[in-house]
């Protein structure tokens, strides 16, 4: 049973700090990349941040670069978000989804998703 679950969401004031782990079980991460989508209310799905399996290459949407940093962890078969300097507009439910290899913004490669976990940042 393949399955990725996402934890890590929350209520945060601005500025403050969360990190989101996505954890994968019935295969290994090794030869997959994670990307994390965000979906806010009305808007569509985008993606945040990706990790590839090749050399461990990463991917930032432009407006949070120098805020979120993806890593990976192997070992737990996770790979993480952590999210610093939160802004309003980061408000969203927040996805990871998996797909062989290489990193992509395209939802329809990706061959499975997390149920997500929500992220509230407000004062």
């Known amino acids: 049973q393949v399955q990725l679950v996402e934890s890590g969401g929350g209520l945060v004031q601005p500025g403050g700090s969360l990190r989101l782990s996505c954890a994968a079980s019935g295969f290994t991460l090794d030869y997959y990349a994670i990307t994390w989508f965000r979906q806010a209310p009305g808007k569509e799905r985008e993606g945040v941040s990706c990790?590839?399996?090749?050399?461990?290459?990463?991917y930032y949407k432009d407006s949070v670069k120098g805020r979120f940093t993806i890593s990976r962890d192997n070992a737990k078969n996770t790979v993480y978000l952590q999210m610093n300097s939160l802004k309003p507009e980061d408000t969203a439910v927040y996805y990871c989804?998996?797909?062989?290899?290489?990193?992509?913004?395209?939802?329809?490669?990706?061959?499975?998703w997390g149920q997500g976990t929500r992220v509230t940042v407000s004062s």
């Open positions: 989804a998996t797909k062989v290899y290489y990193c992509s913004d395209l939802r329809y490669e990706y061959d499975y």
């Open positions: 990790i590839s399996s090749s050399d461990g290459s990463t």
